[in-house]
């Protein structure tokens, strides 16, 4: 790994909890591999792009790394549902990330309707070159999961390809589409593709109770928290659903 910087930025309002206040620490890096990785989320580092993030707050600790255990994973009910409603209707091509306006148009839309919607903050069109800082130009390769309704483009997913495990870095899809749940969805199409290639874990990213953004992929079980000792922990939590 070559590291170029790395800082704590200043303490400002939690994008996840609006009451508390959140710190993240950054590190920009030029090379990064695969394993290297790994490692880093194990000590409960995250990335966009060639930028590796994590919290480092004093009053809280509610943000905590969560992954699937590939092999015993079942749907319940509701995700049923969702493979029934998706399966052999949306078309997944899985290949290297890329920038065109279907994508830029698809991520605004998206941010915008969250905005409205969610209250998410409100920001301009993303342009090119900041779409692909923070998912095209990756220290290692990346995996694109584009989702197809007939010809058009509905959703958009990256996820890292680990030493035994997928990591599931973004996803954003069209708002018209939203009752097909593509969210869950494609985290669905990842669990069956990571089983696919005896791949053993997916990783989610960040459980946070509270936030109900990030509360839903505890409804993916068996499942398992990182504690601050860098052990995984059996965790379960969300409905059954079944």
């Not at 609006?18 to 490692?39: F, G, M």
């Not at 809280?60 to 549902?81: E, M, T, Y």
């Not at 899985?94 to 306006?101: D, K, L, M, R, S």
């Not at 290692?140 to 509905?154: G, N, V």
Request: net charge positive.
């Amino acid at each position: 790994m070559e590291s170029l910087f790395r800082y704590i930025a200043a303490p400002s309002q939690c994008g996840y909890l609006p009451d508390q206040t959140w710190q993240l620490e950054y590190e920009h890096v030029a090379r990064l591999t695969p394993e290297e990785y790994l490692k880093r989320m194990l000590q409960g580092w995250r990335r966009f792009g060639t930028v590796l993030f994590r919290p480092r707050c004093r009053a809280c600790n509610a943000c905590r790394s969560l992954r699937v255990l590939v092999d015993r994973f079942r749907p319940d009910r509701s995700q049923k549902r969702v493979r029934k409603a998706n399966q052999g209707v949306v078309r997944l091509r899985i290949g290297a990330p890329t920038i065109c306006p279907a994508r830029l148009a698809l991520y605004d839309r998206y941010h915008a309707f969250q905005a409205g919607s969610k209250g998410w903050p409100e920001h301009a069109p993303k342009g090119a070159g900041e779409y692909g800082d923070s998912f095209v130009h990756n220290p290692f390769p990346t995996e694109e999961w584009c989702y197809y309704l007939a010809d058009q483009l509905i959703g958009v997913g990256y996820v890292d390809v680990l030493p035994a495990g997928f990591s599931a870095i973004y996803f954003f899809y069209d708002p018209s589409e939203r009752h097909r749940s593509l969210g869950i969805w494609n985290v669905l199409s990842i669990l069956e593709q990571a089983a696919a290639r005896d791949v053993p874990h997916v990783y989610l990213g960040y459980y946070i109770a509270g936030c109900p953004s990030m509360t839903y992929k505890s409804c993916f079980k068996p499942n398992q928290i990182l504690g601050r000792d860098g052990q995984w922990r059996d965790f379960q939590t969300g409905n059954n659903g079944r």
